[in-house]
């Protein structure tokens, strides 16, 4: 064996291959960079609701034990 790989090989490493497997996650980066930040907005808008509910819910736990 060669110390730097099997000269045989079609595809050396500094030639990209493209596969069914690249194109997914082609797509999937494609995707995160064009609906990331609403991803990220929605998780935070998500966050913020369930505080500001859980804040109302001991207001009115608080209001009913006095």
Do not use: C, E
Not at 33 to 42: D, F, N, Y
């Amino acid at each position: 064996m060669h110390p730097q790989g099997n000269n045989d090989d079609p595809h050396p490493p500094s030639q990209a291959v493209d596969t069914p497997d690249k194109g997914r996650f082609r797509h999937l980066r494609k995707w995160l960079r064009t609906h990331g930040q609403s991803v990220q907005a929605g998780f935070w808008q998500g966050a913020g609701y369930k505080l500001g509910s859980g804040a109302v819910s001991i207001l009115i736990l608080w209001a009913q034990s006095r």
